[in-house]
T-cell receptor, first 112, second 112 residues
Framework: GQQLNQSPQSMFIQEGEDVSMNCTSS?????WLWYKQEPGEGPVLLIA?????ELTSNGRLTAQFGITRKDSFLNISASIPSDVGIYFC????????????FGKGTSLLVTP | DGGITQSPKYLFRKEGQNVTLSCEQN?????MYWYRQDPGQGLRLIYY???????QKGDIAEGYSVSREKKESFPLTVTSAQKNPTAFYLC???????????FGQGTRLTVV
């Protein structure tokens, strides 16, 4: 499958700080998705992006579909302890039959 | 309740035995996916299906088999040919190509 590079690999921040993470690909994607996973559970969809340049918010979360269609970022504002988890980006493209390809995740730790 | 159901949550098998993991969805979704997750790792695609009676291999299909006889169901068989089957297995479904995908709660398989 297509390789997604997600960074940073981990983040350790204080409550109230803003967080930014991103994903890049060598190939174009038609869809970008962002998920959060907690230990022992399945990933939960946070935000879906369908158009290049699209900027979408979900509460304190904001994500953007890059203009080149090869990247996306996720921002979390004013982090709280329950934001702890692993965040994954995922991309889909027509060229790969819309198989869902994932980054390796960003592990977020938030201290009170 | 609508959703994706994976069963069982935990599964133990002896080495050399085949085992089948269940995935059922009542969301009327066309696309279904199977992923494998190892500790501290991202999600790797095993198989996916965009329509009933059709499926494609993902990046790590060796040692696994699937069927898609019904729209609601996409069972995964972990065969004895899979060299390292102990992992967390996740099933997902999506309404169609390039749309939002939702995950089940996962099955943790331990082979001893």
């Amino acid at each position: 499958g297509q390789q997604l590079n997600q960074s940073p690999q981990s983040m350790f921040i204080q409550e109230g700080e803003d967080v930014s993470m991103n994903c890049t690909s060598s190939s174009i994607f038609n869809t970008w998705l962002w998920y959060k996973q907690e230990p022992g559970e399945g990933p939960v969809l946070l935000i879906a992006l369908y158009k290049a340049g699209e900027l979408t918010s979900n509460g304190r979360l904001t994500a953007q579909f890059g203009i080149t269609r090869k990247d996306s970022f996720l921002n979390i504002s004013a982090s709280i302890p329950s934001d702890v988890g692993i965040y994954f980006c995922a991309g889909q493209s027509l060229n790969s039959g819309y198989a869902l390809n994932f980054g390796k995740g960003t592990s977020l730790l938030v201290t009170p | 309740d609508g959703g994706i159901t994976q069963s069982p949550k935990y599964l133990f098998r002896k080495e050399g035995q085949n085992v089948t993991l269940s995935c059922e969805q009542n969301l009327n979704h066309d696309a279904m996916y199977w992923y494998r997750q190892d500790p501290g790792q991202g999600l790797r695609l095993i198989y996916y299906s965009q329509i009933v009676n059709d499926f494609q291999k993902g990046d790590i299909a060796e040692g696994y088999s699937v069927s898609r006889e019904k729209k609601e169901s996409f069972p995964l068989t972990v065969t004895s040919a899979q060299k390292n089957p102990t992992a967390f297995y996740l099933c997902a479904s999506a309404g169609g190509a390039g749309t939002e995908a939702f995950f089940g709660q996962g099955t943790r398989l331990t082979v001893v």
